[in-house]
């Protein structure tokens, strides 16, 4: 026999998408994405025109971080050599749709200046300035340390 409290969480089970709506009225209505790190990355990619990187970042499967992927990334990228501001772009339009946690947001600037600064042509075609969020944190300077050096 169901008591109160187990009506009470079926109900609320069955109907959480509708009771979150009314909590959270905005929380799918023009804030960053909250979906899994690897899909919302690939498709990211997409949209930048960018599908053979798409196509990379879905072989790595579900479950990677928004850092490490773009780690991965800026590693093809420099091997390759083509196109690395094109895909300093793609990783900027990444920290605009994305919700990250903030150390993640600043590894990924970090990697955005590297780009740059291996790009020739980077003081024209893209403007880029680092939000500075977290550059005492030691992930950080150590990273600084080895990339933009």
Avoid: C
């Avoid at 969480?9 to 069955?14: D, H």
């Avoid at 979906?35 to 579900?62: C, H, I, K, N, Y």
């Avoid at 990250?100 to 590297?114: K, T």
Wanted: aromatic share 10%.
């Amino acid at each position: 026999m169901f008591t109160m409290l187990s009506l009470t969480v079926l109900l609320f089970w069955t109907n959480r998408k509708a009771i979150g709506e009314f909590f959270f009225p905005e929380a799918d209505v023009g804030g960053p994405h909250l979906g899994g790190q690897t899909e919302v990355m690939a498709f990211v990619l997409d949209q930048a025109g960018r599908s053979a990187d798409a196509e990379f970042v879905r072989s790595l499967g579900p479950g990677q971080s928004y850092w490490g992927l773009s780690d991965a990334l800026v590693a093809r990228w420099k091997a390759s050599g083509v196109d690395l501001a094109g895909g300093a772009e793609a990783l900027q339009m990444l920290l605009q749709y994305a919700a990250m946690a903030p150390l993640s947001f600043a590894i990924i600037e970090l990697n955005i200046e590297h780009l740059l600064k291996l790009t020739p042509s980077a003081n024209g075609a893209i403007r880029f300035k680092a939000s500075g969020l977290y550059r005492s944190h030691p992930v950080l300077q150590f990273r600084q340390g080895i990339l933009l050096q």
